[in-house]
């Protein structure tokens, strides 16, 4: 099993180049990066697990720019989003964005998009909080016309874009779907939490599910299964990725159980000293 991690990384926290260089070193196989914007003050959202909002959620870095310093000083080591806030992008932007990180980096990156909890944040990057979810469809259509080998338009309900020549391209190459053109672009993971709607974007326009915490994996999986062979997906199945998670033997056992090959473990928003003491610590893990 693959052991990645992730960190709110900050103003505050170890830095992306000294964390990048110290996991490669160390064994492990990814770093994935979170995104917010900003936190407005005013905000009515609550916190999702409760409680006040931790402060690091209003000092996150952008986790492009920290992914590409992270990515300069290692050679291995893969890098991810967890995730983009896709509907708050322009996505011609974020297209080029993606696909640059993906070829600088050989191929290592792993795009994780989700549709957030934060209605204000979103208000502020003008999007309707109601069809956060349908734009984020239509952000990765365009993205994907952008992507594909050969100058491709999009015309979709909240974008579009005319058949252009788009470089670099990411490196992966694509991935064949019944009835329907192959899917462009680097690995894309989708974040959030089982039910219908979510794994019908799974299997529709990505690779695979970033389930938040790894929790109920066992009665989750036949339906994201079933709704992978539904869509006319490949017979290798769609990626499973448990995220943010605190590890034990027992929980990454239950996981291989399942078929799961990557995990993506918590680690705490610090400084330089506390985060090696949490890598130390999950060492005993890889």
């Given amino acids: 099993m693959r052991i990645a991690t992730t960190i709110f990384a900050t103003d505050e926290t170890i830095t992306p180049v000294r964390l990048a260089q110290e996991l490669e070193q160390r064994g492990f196989a990814g770093l994935y990066l979170p995104e917010h914007t900003h936190i407005p003050v005013s905000r009515e959202s609550p916190y999702p697990a409760g409680g006040p909002l931790p402060p690091e959620y209003g000092r996150t870095l952008d986790p492009f720019v920290a992914l590409g310093q992270a990515a300069a000083v290692t050679d291995r080591l893969g890098l991810g989003t967890g995730i983009t806030l896709i509907a708050q992008h322009d996505p011609i932007v974020l297209a080029k964005q993606t696909a640059t990180l993906d070829f600088l980096s ?154 799961v090959d990557e995990v993506v473990l918590q680690l705490p928003p610090a400084g330089e000293g506390e985060v090696l003491r949490a890598l130390d610590a999950y060492a005993q893990y890889l």
């Fill in 106 to 259: 050989g191929g290592r990156f792993t795009l994780g998009i989700g549709f957030g909890w934060n209605v204000e944040e979103a208000a502020d990057h003008g999007v309707d909080w109601a069809r956060r979810r349908e734009v984020s469809r239509d952000r990765m259509a365009l993205m994907r016309a952008l992507w594909a080998e050969e100058p491709t338009a999009y015309e979709g309900e909240f974008g579009s874009v005319r058949a252009s020549e788009a470089y670099p391209k990411p490196v992966r190459p694509p991935r064949e779907r019944t009835g329907a053109p192959p899917l462009s672009g680097p690995r894309t993971l989708v974040g959030g939490g089982a039910g219908p709607k979510l794994f019908a974007h799974v299997a529709e326009y990505a690779d695979g599910w970033l389930p938040i915490g790894g929790r109920g994996l066992t009665e989750a999986l036949p339906a994201l299964r079933t709704a992978w062979q539904e869509a006319g997906r490949g017979p290798e199945g769609p990626a499973v990725v448990p995220y943010a998670v605190r590890p034990s033997p027992g929980k990454l056992a239950h996981y291989a159980d399942l078929g």
